[in-house]
């Protein structure tokens, strides 16, 4: 890594993720530029660039992690900041796919801190801004002229593939009572998972890794991704609204079979019983019982459960960086960021 890799990123990673902003910014930005007009406001609006109206914004983006994944498995193996920029903005571009058709099918009215995208714009183009950002994904890859270029798009399309089929069992689960708990693990290795890991593999590809740093890294993006996702579920059901941007108890309230509500109710407790029934109401739960939802998932186990299977999956995606070289301070860079997906509170 050369020293202005370090001057752009950060020595740590909790550092780093502003930074990254300041590098993938204006790539993000160039890509929303080449949009349709149709859908160039709506897509703007979506990366908290623009308000509703058109007019210039701030402080909607997110954090940035899947790109930042990407930089440091580049730099890890070897490269520079500049070779995974294709990498990282593909990325994210599916990311914010997968947030516009998500909100629309959750129907999720609040997306970090102000209205949905759909609530504004309306759902058809809510649904074309995200189909919109698919295709600018593999663009992205495509024009870089990089060697990865090619294999990189299949990658990238065998992950968004996983994560549709994950979308799909998510939506399956809403109208199912037979659910097993590993099916919804199962689930979430697709819905979840399988990005976070195309983010480093693809990330380790633009940077010259060789195919074992890739296959390496691309296991640590997916268990760093199972734990997002556990971490997710929890936040889900006892998250701040002030962090998180969605209200209080979304998950419950959308009667959401996630991984801490699925232990629960099989877990064979009168907790885990009492949560079936709450959840078989034929009506919007009430204020009231979705703070006693949330209390019976706890009793229930599906709490200490969910935390103590991201522990789990972050020792062992840790361990996986144990064979990437070379730089291991770089390899630190990923460790903080797991470190930074497991502990985030919002």
Not at 290 to 303: D, I, N, Q, S, Y
Request: aromatic residues 4%; proline residues 4%; negative net charge.
């Amino acid at each position: 890594m050369t020293a202005t890799d370090t001057a752009r990123l950060g020595g740590e990673a909790h550092e780093s993720l502003p930074d990254v902003k300041s590098v993938i910014g204006p790539a993000l930005r160039a890509v929303v530029d080449r949009l349709p007009e149709e859908v160039r406001g709506v897509v703007g609006y979506h990366f908290g660039w623009l308000t509703a109206t058109g007019r210039p914004a701030t402080g909607g983006e997110g954090k940035m992690v899947r790109p930042a994944l990407a930089v440091y498995s580049a730099l890890a193996c070897g490269a520079t900041v500049d070779d995974a920029v294709p990498a990282a903005v593909a990325v994210q571009l599916v990311h914010e796919f997968s947030l516009l058709h998500d909100d629309v099918m959750d129907g999720d009215r609040t997306r970090r801190h102000r209205p949905s995208t759909w609530t504004v714009f309306g759902v058809p183009a809510a649904v074309l801004a995200g189909d919109a950002l698919l295709v600018e994904a593999s663009l992205a890859l495509a024009n870089s002229g990089r060697d990865g270029a090619a294999p990189g798009m299949v990658m990238l399309s065998s992950a968004v593939r996983r994560l549709v089929a994950g979308q799909c069992a998510d939506m399956d689960f809403e109208t199912r009572d037979d659910v097993a708990l590993s099916e919804c693990v199962v689930m979430a290795q697709g819905k979840t998972a399988a990005l976070l890991g195309c983010c480093c593999a693809l990330g380790a590809l633009f940077g010259g890794g060789t195919p074992e740093q890739v296959d390496c890294l691309r296991r640590f993006g997916e268990g760093i991704g199972l734990v997002f996702q556990l971490v997710d579920d929890i936040l889900g059901i006892w998250g701040d609204p002030a962090s998180t941007g969605k209200p209080a108890k979304s998950d419950l309230a959308n009667r959401k079979k996630s991984l801490p509500v699925l232990f629960s109710l099989t877990s064979g407790t009168a907790a885990g019983e009492r949560l079936a029934e709450l959840y078989a109401v034929d009506r919007p739960l009430t204020s009231a019982e979705l703070v006693h939802a949330a209390e019976l998932v706890e009793t229930a186990g599906g709490r200490h459960w969910a935390q103590s299977q991201a522990d789990m999956a972050l020792a062992e995606a840790l361990a996986c960086l144990r064979t990437v070289t070379p730089a291991l301070t770089v390899v630190e860079g990923l460790v903080d960021l797991a470190h930074l997906i497991a502990r985030r509170d919002h």
